[in-house]
């Protein structure tokens, strides 16, 4: 197994969470909750299990008389992200390396 | 792992980088702020057609409009925005929002030595309605400009 492949956040549940972090600053729960489409309570045991990890911050904020949380992706979770997409892409690149070694000798029969 | 999951993985994780993107590009360019903006340009280039002193009085106001929307906009997005923007940080995304910027000045310019080649009254008025017009009718191909540079900086997450 290529090393940067991260067993931790292959979960999908936090590869989720990670991935959609990933292109913003800070992320309403709320939001992440509605584009996963899990509960409050199984997201909430995903993003503590990351936070515990240090792939990401939580900061809770009082906001016209509601409570709200807003999840960021750290930058050991960006780094830890980037590696893992990367050894995603490896494993998919070596799967279709043969198949296009393969085809200029198929052209010339 | 079996390349086919890896691909599916992959797959799932611009899926949902797609969301972010939506939700970002949604809110940066929300219709009611767009509008507003519109209506401060219309303003701002309207007021070339106006005598002094209240050329300069219209300006003002317009050009008020135009940066107190887009202050209380950046407010919105920095403070109470579900998905918050990370800062701008690539070239490709300074041109974009530097050319988004600038493209009234020139629609308006534009417009404007049309209206005088046609011999049209009111020049000023005429291509301010145009240039506004055509900022708010732009508004589905600048969303899609715009997901599209946010795409190429996230390529790399």
């Known amino acids: ?109 | 792992m079996a390349f086919q999951d890896a691909q599916s993985t992959l797959d799932d994780i611009r899926r949902l980088q797609d969301r972010t993107h939506d939700e970002l590009v949604r809110h940066a360019f929300a219709l009611p702020y767009m509008l507003l903006m519109a209506l401060g340009i219309f303003i701002t280039y309207a007021s070339t057609d106006l005598q002094s002193p209240w050329d300069d009085v219209v300006l003002l106001l317009g050009t008020g409009l135009y940066v107190g929307v887009i202050i209380v906009h950046t407010r919105a997005k920095l403070c109470r925005a579900s998905v918050r923007p990370r800062s701008i940080s690539t070239p490709l995304e300074m041109v974009f929002y530097l050319g988004w910027a600038f493209s009234p000045l020139l629609a308006f310019l534009a417009s404007e030595s049309a209206a005088e080649a046609l011999d049209l009254p009111a020049r000023g008025t005429l291509a301010a309605a145009v240039t506004a017009v055509t900022f708010v009718a732009a508004m589905p191909l600048t969303r899609r400009i715009a997901k599209a540079v946010m795409r190429q900086k996230n390529s790399r997450l």
């Open chain 1, 1 to 109: 197994m290529d090393p940067s492949f991260d067993e931790f956040l292959h979960v999908p549940a936090r590869l989720s969470i990670v991935a959609i972090l990933a292109p913003a600053d800070w992320v309403d729960f709320g939001f992440l909750r509605d584009t996963i489409g899990t509960s409050d309570s199984a997201l909430s045991k995903q993003v503590s299990a990351l936070a515990d990890a240090g792939y990401v911050s939580v900061r809770k904020k009082q906001e016209k008389g509601s409570r709200r949380t807003y999840v960021q992706l750290s930058p050991e979770g960006r780094q830890a992200f980037q590696r893992h997409a990367a050894a995603l892409e490896r494993i998919v690149a070596a799967a279709h390396a043969p198949v296009e070694q393969m085809a200029p000798e198929a052209k010339a029969r």
